[in-house]
């Protein structure tokens, strides 16, 4: 059974950075595509970044663009998250997801697994 792994999130000043990543065990990672989503409480979960199978091609929501980069390791079954000039807007619970047939990589409906999330809190 395929299982999503985040690293723990943390706490972050307004400006700094963070990393987070997700390890995919119990499948083939190289055949998902990855997406990273979050969510704030009474809100709906929302996308942030994905990138292809073959990390050839890279989404990002207009909230993300210019400030998070998303990647893969195959080799290590994992996907990155590179989180810069931070907001007190990003704070969020962030989920990373992997998905075999995606067709909308900004859907979350798109993705099959999903990790349990990890707290990522921005303080001003």
């Known amino acids: 059974q395929v299982q999503l792994v985040e690293s723990r999130g943390g706490l972050v000043q307004a400006g700094g950075s963070l990393r987070l990543s997700c390890a995919l065990s119990?499948?083939?990672?190289?055949?998902?595509?990855m997406g990273w989503f979050r969510r704030v409480p009474e809100k709906e979960r929302e996308f942030v970044a994905a990138?292809?199978?073959?990390?050839?091609?890279?989404y990002y929501a207009d909230s993300s663009k210019g400030r998070f980069t998303i990647s893969r390791d195959n080799a290590k079954n994992s996907v990155y998250l590179q989180m810069n000039s931070l907001k007190p807007e990003d704070t969020a619970v962030y989920y990373c997801?992997?998905?075999?047939?995606?067709?909308?990589?900004?859907?979350?409906?798109?993705?099959?697994?999903w990790g349990q999330g990890t707290q990522v809190t921005v303080s001003s």
């Open positions: 119990g499948g083939s990672f190289s055949s998902y595509a």
């Open positions: 990138i292809s199978w073959s990390g050839l091609s890279t």
């Open positions: 997801a992997a998905g075999l047939t995606v067709v909308r990589h900004t859907d979350d409906y798109s993705y099959d697994y």
